[in-house]
């Protein structure tokens, strides 16, 4: 699927950072949880592993301060990898309709972190908007 490490502490990483995402507007919805498990889903098909993972990502986004530990772990990756990531920010970002500063300011800064370019971001955005 992807070239990245898909070690329990890589996706759990990048799911921590999704809840980052989810968190920004103050408002952590179900469908927003339901988007970050589905992504879990993807590497892990273990039901109790994947709760695992979620909780733990839950921990680590609380206990941390900073963007870095999270897009450290994506920026060595290929553009598909990265892309799959951006993609899902994404689908936490318009799942409610509505993308405030805060939440296309976070877009820039990950994107600006891990090497991504804002124009391909700005396409992703775009053909998710259009699958609604």
């Not at 799959?84 to 994107?111: G, T």
Request: aromatic share 8%; proline share 1%; hydrophobic share 40%.
């Amino acid at each position: 699927m992807t070239n990245f490490d898909t070690s329990i502490e890589n996706i759990t990483g990048i799911a921590a950072l999704l809840i980052h995402a989810a968190k920004i507007d103050d408002n952590f919805s179900s469908k927003e949880e339901k988007i970050i498990i589905e992504f879990i889903k993807k590497f892990f098909k273990n039901e109790e592993e994947i709760n695992k993972i979620f909780k733990n990502a839950i921990k680590t986004e609380s206990d941390s301060n900073q963007l870095l530990s999270f897009t450290n772990i994506i920026k060595k990756n290929s553009m598909e990898s990265k892309s799959l990531v951006v993609k899902e920010l994404w689908k936490i970002l318009i799942s409610d309709q509505n993308v405030d500063e805060y939440e296309s300011n976070l877009m820039r800064r990950v994107c600006g972190l891990i090497y991504f370019p804002d124009k391909l971001s700005g396409e992703i955005k775009l053909s998710l908007l259009k699958k609604q």
